[in-house]
C-alpha cells in the first residue's frame, strides 16, 4: 500500500508573501490614518519581500501552484490597492472624480497587467517584461507620496500632478513597452573588486536621500520602456503600445481558437 501524500503548503515562502501582503495592508492603514511616509516605506518593504519569497522558493525547492497563486493576490494588494489608495489618500481627494478614476485606472492596470503576466508564465521572453512591472509601478506612485511629504509638499495642492503620474504608471503596466527583467544577470559569478565599491557607494548615495534616489531610480526604469522603443522601431504603431502580441496566451489562443473553427468550417463545406 502506497503511503498517502501528506498534504499542506510550504512555509518559508509563503510567509514571507504574507509578510509582503502585511506591508501593503499596513500602507493602506497608514494612508487612512495620514501617516504618508510610513505607508510609501511600507509598500518599498512589500517589495523586498516580493523579491525575496520567489527566490526562497527556488532556493529551497518550495515552489508550488498555491504559492504561486498567492503571490500573485498579495501583489495585488500590496502593488495595485495599496498605491492607488494612498496617492488617492495624499493627493487626490481634491479633484473629486477625477482624483477616484486616475487611482482606479492604477488599479485596473495592476490587475491586468498581473493576469497578463500569469497566463505568460513559461512562453515570455525572461529577459524582458512586456509593460512595466506592478512593483516597479507601485515604487513610482509611493516614490512620488514619499518624496512630496519629505519635502513637505501638500500632495492636494499638485493633485492634477499626482493624478498624472499614477494614471500614467497604471498605463505603462498594460503597455507593450519592453523593460529589462535583469533576470539574466549571474548573482553567482565572480565580478571586479571594483564592483563591491560600486555596490557600497551605491548604498550610500541611497542612504542620503533615500525618498529621492529611490523615487528617481524607479522614474527612470518606468520612461526607459518608452524610449527604448522609440529609439530601436523606425514607424512606432498601435500594435508597439497596446496591441496584442504573438507573446500573449490569450491572443495565442484566440489564434488557435479560429485557426480550429476555421479547419472545422472547411471539413464541413
Known sequence: MSEQKRKGIYLLPNLLTTAGLFSGFFAVVSSMNGRFEAAAVAIFIAMIFDGLD???????????????????????VSFGMAPALVAYNWGLTELGKLGWLAAFVYVAGAALRLARFNTQVGIADKRFFQGLASPAAAAVVSGLVWVGVEYDVVGTDYGLVVAAVTGLAGLLMVSN?????????????????????????????????????????????????PINTFRTVDKVTLDDVVGDHEEDADFKNESSNANTQSNDDDKVT
Do not use: C
Request: net charge negative.
Open 177 to 225: 513597452f519592453k523593460y529589462n527583467s535583469f533576470k539574466e544577470v549571474n548573482w553567482h559569478g565572480k565580478v571586479p573588486f571594483v564592483a563591491l565599491l560600486l555596490v557600497l557607494l551605491i548604498f550610500v548615495v541611497v542612504a542620503t536621500e533615500p525618498a529621492l534616489v529611490l523615487f528617481i531610480v524607479f522614474a527612470l526604469y518606468a520612461l526607459a520602456g
Open 54 to 76: 520567489g527566490r526562497v522558493a527556488r532556493m529551497t525547492n518550495t515552489q508550488s501552484d498555491f504559492g504561486a497563486e498567492y503571490d500573485s493576490m498579495a501583489d495585488m
